[in-house]
């Protein structure tokens, strides 16, 4: 395929001619009519001789074994070939061998595109033949053109079509994402797919500091993290693109700046594949895929306030709920912490993590409807008040069911009561029903709860907690979560907090 | 099956051929259907095996996964010598 784009139209044109099945089938009835004729088809007469098609004048008895005849044999074949030429039409001759034949120019309006003849005819021609060989060859020239004009236009839009493809797939891509932590190395790495670039940088601009921050450098060269520096407004290729507010392109780099109502970053490729350098098309791509990550970008960071907000109003209330009492009460802080990192530990992606957060701190709101008296009784609870701590889970999650923002949260907080072995509260669900945010969230908290001080029992060391958890391991807690919950808390950070909200700092 | 074995089952050549002659595309099984001229579901489990053989990337997300061209320069090569021979016994033949 590639060798037939690299020919020229008239190349094309007689490579379709000589394969042509309907010219095998015209030369098949012409030979079995005139039992043994010579074809040639020739392109040009500008060289003399004309290159013959030497294989078939050689199978011509008269002249292909004499040197000497094949020389005036040829000479009368051009003499008949320049005659087409300017009379444009079919010529006929008979050759020194007294055989005749004729010779045909390949035309279409005022273009010669060669001309074909055959000699050696050693019957009687009648007139009708040449007269339908001329209209055979006319259509015949008519299809391979048309032919020729489908395959054109089809090379020519197949690679537009193959990229405005490539483009709707990418607006797909990016507009799929909510998140900016994903969607910016998601943007740098289809950027440097469509102009085959080995590095891609997307930064964003920080207005009050008037400097760029990079967000996301990309260099498939490189298996380390790369940790570009902040650059200012106006220095360097991509400084300079934001302040000009418009695309650069050089050999190696082209730099295009996001603007919605004003810029907000930019996002420059650099080192085409190969050394090549970026041409005017990677530079219109590059631009169509800045417009769309602009509109994806800002979608992504209104998305990230609003939730922001929501996260806010939900601490808030979370705080208030830590207000009911000390026996209500578990470290939020590090509550939140673990269960986020088991979270992230244990393969749940960042939306899971972010409802597994609010699961974490609203989890006890339905204690609400629990009285003062019956939370903080430092003595064992009567059935009837038992009764009603039970259905705190239930109470939770019908508080939120209205809010449409936490309806991923409300199967965790309906849940955290649940046991493995399915001897839990509200639902007896057992193992894998249970969701995995409220399995890991039954485990965090009776370990905390075990090591904050209260004032109506024995506070245990982390220890023995951890012996306490592992004990249960199987039977109220998933043994999977249990071993995650080991590994997470030998984790200095959260060694840390934990020793933080004991009061006392770590060994 | 390794890639110099897949590459003689002819959707496997078609898809690999057509990322090889537009590493620049990105494009969804849909797409590389539309491109090949072969059947969906067939071209879906094909990509799936490319994207395992590091032949081709796979971009998922929620909707649909779309694949590109691998950035190997070695596995490249291996790629553009597999469909010369390839093209060379298909001209043979």
Request: proline share 5%.
């Amino acid at each position: 395929m590639k060798k037939i784009r690299e020919m020229s139209y008239e190349e094309k044109f007689f490579n379709k001619l000589i394969k042509s099945d309907d010219l095998k089938k015209e030369k098949a009835i012409l030979g079995a009519f005139f039992k043994h004729p010579v074809w040639w088809l020739i392109k040009s007469v500008k060289k003399n001789p004309p290159k013959f098609n030497e294989t078939s004048l050689a199978q011509c008895d008269f002249c292909g074994p004499y040197a000497k005849k094949r020389g005036a044999c040829m000479r009368n074949i051009l003499r008949v070939v320049l005659k087409s030429k300017k009379t444009k039409k079919l010529e006929k001759f008979v050759c020194p061998n007294h055989l005749s034949g004729f010779c045909l120019p390949l035309i279409q309006g005022d273009k010669i595109y060669g001309y074909i003849g055959l000699c050696h005819l050693d019957s009687e021609m009648p007139e009708i033949a040449p007269e339908l060989f001329v209209n055979f060859m006319h259509t015949l020239i008519k299809d391979i053109q048309k032919e020729l004009e489908l395959s054109k236009l089809y090379e020519t839009i197949r690679p537009r079509a193959i990229a405005l493809s490539t483009v709707h797939t990418i607006h797909r891509l990016i507009s799929s994402t909510l998140d900016l932590d994903e969607l910016l190395p998601r943007i740098a790495r289809l950027c440097m797919q469509v102009t085959q670039s080995n590095r891609c940088s997307v930064k964003l601009l920080d207005e009050k500091r008037n400097v760029l921050k990079p967000i996301t450098t990309i260099d498939i060269r490189s298996k380390r993290k790369l940790y570009p520096k902040e650059l200012r407004v106006g220095k360097g290729i991509p400084g300079k693109a934001v302040k000009a507010e418009k695309v650069l392109r050089g050999h190696d780099y082209i730099s295009v700046p996001l603007i919605d109502e004003n810029v907000i970053g930019v996002i420059t490729i650099y080192d085409k594949l190969g050394g090549k350098a970026f041409t005017q098309f990677d530079q219109e791509i590059l631009m169509t895929i800045a417009e769309q990550a602009v509109i994806a970008i800002k979608n992504a960071q209104l998305y990230k306030e609003q939730e922001n907000l929501a996260i806010s109003s939900i601490k808030s209330l979370a705080t208030i709920l830590d207000t009911r009492g000390p026996s209500t009460f578990i470290p939020r802080t590090a509550f939140v912490k673990i269960v986020m990192a088991m979270g992230r530990e244990m393969g749940l992606n960042p939306t899971e993590v972010r409802s597994l957060q609010c699961a974490a701190l609203l989890h006890d709101a339905g204690q609400l409807f629990v009285p003062d008296e019956i939370l903080s009784k430092p003595s064992k609870l009567t059935g009837k008040e038992y009764q009603l701590i039970k259905e705190h889970p239930a109470k939770g999650a019908e508080m939120f069911e209205p809010t449409k923002y936490l309806k991923p949260v409300i199967p965790i907080i309906l849940h955290h009561h649940e046991n493995y072995d399915g001897s839990g509260y509200p639902n007896n669900l057992k193992g894998a029903e249970i969701p995995l945010g409220s399995r890991i969230m039954a485990v965090v908290s009776a370990f905390l709860a075990m090591i904050t001080p209260k004032s109506y029992r024995v506070t245990k060391t982390v220890e023995e907690a951890k012996q306490e958890i592992i004990r249960n391991s199987g039977t109220q807690f998933d043994p999977k979560v249990v071993a995650e919950f080991l590994k997470i808390i030998e984790q200095r950070e959260i060694k840390e907090t934990i020793a933080k909200e004991r009061g006392h700092e770590i060994a | 099956m390794k890639l110099h074995k897949l590459i003689k089952i002819p959707i496997y050549f078609k898809i690999i051929a057509f990322f090889h002659e537009n590493p620049a595309s990105i494009d969804t099984p849909r797409g590389v259907a539309a491109w090949t001229g072969e059947n969906r579901q067939d071209v879906k489990k094909a990509l799936l095996k490319l994207a395992e053989l590091k032949v081709l990337t796979a971009h998922k997300v929620s909707s649909t996964t779309a694949y590109s061209f691998t950035r190997n320069s070695k596995l490249i090569a291996q790629i553009d010598s597999a469909i010369k021979k390839e093209r060379q016994e298909g001209e043979r033949s």
